[in-house]
């Protein structure tokens, strides 16, 4: 029982030997960029014509200048006819020579749309770092800096096989040897 116990106590403290942290230096960096969509609105202004106002003084005029020309003209019972033919004609002849002056009324909108565009976003890097005289890579989800931190534990083989290196991040281990 004493010795299970002791044996129990060497795996405990141990254990933390088991998995030591050290440093590799980075060698080479890129980000990795992806194309984004994003939406954005364009506004521009543009003149608008508004409804022209139209003035009725010329048609006005111009009725009664036809209508007493076309009761001047007309003889018998056709003078009622001519007295209305005349207003109608003088008040189509006064309202287009009144108005045909008149600019059109015009203001200024806003036009606004959204428009689809695209812009480069860094999604991560390749990271080159070198350990134990080999070069490893590994995508990061953030910039490293000029080090990486690297965990290494003893894998059990027939001694020629190399000890297993991981880099601590939070895409977990993608370490490709070159």
């Known amino acids: 029982m004493k010795s299970a116990v002791l044996s129990l106590a060497v795996l405990t403290l141990a254990a933390p030997l088991a998995h030591a942290g050290e440093f590799a ?3 080479a960096k890129s980000e990795i960029v992806r194309e984004v969509p994003v939406s954005r609105q364009v506004c521009h202004d543009e003149t608008v ?3 022209r106002r139209r003035s009725a ?16 003209v007309g003889k018998g ?3 009622a006819a001519a007295t209305a033919a005349g207003a109608i004609a003088g008040a189509v002849v006064g309202d287009r020579l009144g108005n045909q002056d008149r600019a059109p009324a015009t ?3 806003q036009r606004c749309q959204t428009v689809e565009d695209h812009e480069d976003q860094v999604v991560g890097y ?3 770092y070198e350990f134990a005289g080999r070069q490893y890579t590994a995508r990061m989800s953030r910039d490293p800096g000029d ?3 690297v965990r290494v534990s003893a894998v059990e083989g027939d001694g020629n096989d190399l000890p297993a290196v991981s880099r601590d991040d939070r895409d977990g281990p993608h370490d490709r040897r070159r």
């Open 107 to 109: 203001r200024q909108e």
């Open 57 to 72: 003084g010329g048609a006005v005029l111009g009725g009664v200048a036809g209508a007493v020309l076309g009761h001047t």
């Open 77 to 79: 019972s056709g003078k």
């Open 126 to 128: 390749r990271v080159t």
């Open 25 to 27: 230096p980075v060698v």
């Open 49 to 51: 014509e508004v409804g």
């Open 147 to 149: 080090r990486v931190e």
